[in-house]
């Protein structure tokens, strides 16, 4: 559970983590069940709000090509 790839994909794909039988998890398209200040600063918290199809899931701190370079 360390190598960073498998993670994103994971997280990305909406996979559980730990591969728990029985986890699936529907994407909300339009989550509005975040703290108003999120909603309110959509742009600032743009990778909080939206994940899906991102080399990087999402994660601004880490680089899609090599995250553990940085």
Do not use: C
């Not at 039988?21 to 600032?44: C, F, M, S, W």
């Not at 743009?46 to 370079?69: C, Q, T």
């Amino acid at each position: 559970f360390k190598d960073w790839k498998w993670i994103l994909e994971h997280f990305s794909q909406r996979i559980d983590l730990f591969e728990r039988q029985g986890e699936e998890y529907e994407y909300i398209a339009t989550n509005e069940d975040v703290p108003h200040y999120v909603l309110a600063n959509r742009e600032k918290f743009s990778y909080m709000l939206e994940r899906r199809g991102r080399p990087n899931a999402g994660f601004i701190d880490v680089n899609s090509l090599s995250p553990l370079d940085e």
